[in-house]
């Protein structure tokens, strides 16, 4: 099946540390991928729609100069949180989508637990 | 604007039982609904979808239902299993926000041996 894998799993850093966040389709090519941010409780919150070869597109709200999005290849996106603070501490979840249709479900990563202290 | 709802924040059931999780969505443009199940510290996992051409698919001890009038859809499992306690979300996609997915707030579902 289809498999995205994504890394660090969980980050502990300072605040003002920029972090990446690699998500990579192990088994498929991705024209498009898509992040995701969960706090505790709560559901997924699209935050960003990642092309290939092209800007992302964020979601009302999201900062786009402070959550830096590079989709470089088919097979893999970055999600750079730049200068990370408290308020940034959350579930950062990647997604892709396999080749094949609108009707194609969207595989998730395991996501990154991210600390800002 | 919450466009896709899981009303129920909990469901607990004896295992061998009949799990039934609801959603309900009020943008009638979508036209894809999945269910994923999700563990703590993990990214979810996709189980079943469908499309609103039809009213029912199965996979499995999974079925999903889907009522386009009401714009409600359940997953039903069949039986329950201690290993299918999680939180389900349903998800729905829509013609206007191409493969762009909309969440439910989950459903943790607690199966007892």
């Known amino acids: 099946g289809a498999v995205v894998s994504q890394h660090p799993s969980w980050v502990i850093c300072k605040s003002g540390t920029s972090v990446k966040i690699e998500c990579r389709s192990l088994?498929?090519?991705?024209?498009?991928m898509f992040w995701y941010r969960q706090f505790p409780k709560q559901s997924l919150m699209l935050m960003a729609t990642s092309n290939e070869g092209s800007k992302a597109t964020y979601e009302q709200g999201v900062e786009k100069d402070k959550f830096l999005i590079n989709h470089a290849s088919l097979t893999l996106s970055t999600l750079t949180v730049t200068s990370a603070h408290p308020e940034d501490s959350s579930f950062y979840i990647c997604?892709?989508?396999?080749?094949?249709?609108?009707?194609?479900?969207?595989?998730f990563g395991d996501g990154t637990r991210l600390s800002i202290l | 604007d919450q466009q896709v709802k899981q009303n129920s924040p909990s469901l607990s059931v004896q295992e061998g039982r009949i799990s039934i999780l609801n959603c309900d969505y009020t943008?009638?443009?979508?036209?894809?609904f999945l269910w994923y199940k999700k563990y703590p510290a993990e990214g979810p996992t996709f189980l079943i979808s469908?499309?609103?051409?039809?009213d029912k698919n199965e996979d499995g001890r999974f079925t999903v239902f889907l009522n386009k009038s009401a714009k409600h859809l359940s997953l039903h499992i069949v039986p329950s299993q201690p290993g299918d306690s999680a939180v389900y979300f349903c998800a729905a996609s829509g013609v206007p926000s191409g493969s762009r997915l909309t969440f439910g707030e989950g459903t943790q579902l607690t199966v007892n041996p």
């Open positions: 469908i499309s609103s051409i039809k």
């Open positions: 088994d498929f090519q991705a024209t498009t």
């Open positions: 943008n009638s443009m979508f036209d894809y």
């Open positions: 997604s892709a989508r396999p080749p094949g249709g609108v009707f194609q479900p969207q595989h």
